[in-house]
């Protein structure tokens, strides 16, 4: 199943991974991507979650192997949301457990909020609750990937969101990656991005929530991200020391581990 129509004209691609045993009825994780991944970015993951779940990578609209976008896609965010709900539905199951990272992260809490019934456990790797604050940032990317291309932007901009600690093969590999994105879908999605906040849906999350962050992160500050994070019911922070804001790129074995115990310790 690994491209799902969510509609008209849009399709999704969906990579699963399962080494759970047959004879057992396995849940299944649904996790999601930043801003210009795809379902590689949890590479790391996979191991260390597929032989307790089904494992189903989503490239968002636009990204990975999902069609690229044009540059006058009518981005959403709540069409994002959707589109989350149309795989869950795609993938069989009647519930999952949701992992997102960066703004993944921030459309699994609004999938959480106001989907319940679809979610049982909910992990959120450096996301914020609001990304109001990108509006300084969004339009010199937008500027600087119409004239120096996708690669470029992310190697520019890699340092602040992977922090000091990567080896330049890490950097390369991610930046490769990232810069395999389409500009058109970039140009449209980093419009949308500023006017994203689910700040204020964060009391409607029932789920389990994990959240991860860093002590550096430019995505928010420690205190930031704890003003929304206890306002979940049942959740739990997890501070990392690192000055990344990309939790799952700079510290991926940690941060697997500790979702792998989260979802599956019980």
Partial sequence: MPMIETAPGIQVHVSLDNFTDPWVQAPTVLMIHG????????????PALSRHARVARLDLRGYGASPALPADHPW???TLIEDVVKVIAALGV????????????????????????LVDRLAVLGAPASLR???????SWREQIARDGVLAWVRATNAGRMGSRMTPAQLEWWAQMMGRTAASTLEGFLQMV????????????????????TTG???GSVETVRAWQERIPQSDLVVLENDSYHVAASD?????????EFLFAA
Avoid at 133 to 139: A, G, L, N
Avoid at 198 to 213: N, S
Avoid at 252 to 260: G, I, K, N
């Fill in 76 to 78: 959403r965010f709540d």
């Fill in 252 to 260: 991926p074995d940690e941060t697997a581990a500790l979702v792998r």
């Fill in 35 to 46: 801003l210009a991944e795809c379902g590689e970015a949890f590479r790391a993951f996979v």
């Fill in 133 to 139: 604050d990108m509006i300084s940032r969004t339009p």
């Fill in 194 to 213: 500023p006017g994203v906040d689910v700040t204020a849906e964060v009391d409607r999350i029932v789920a389990p929530t994990l959240v991860v962050t």
């Fill in 94 to 117: 009647a519930k999952v457990h949701l992992v997102g990272g960066k703004i993944g992260g921030t459309i699994a809490l609004a999938v959480a909020a106001r989907h319940p019934s």
């Fill in 217 to 219: 992160s430019g995505l």
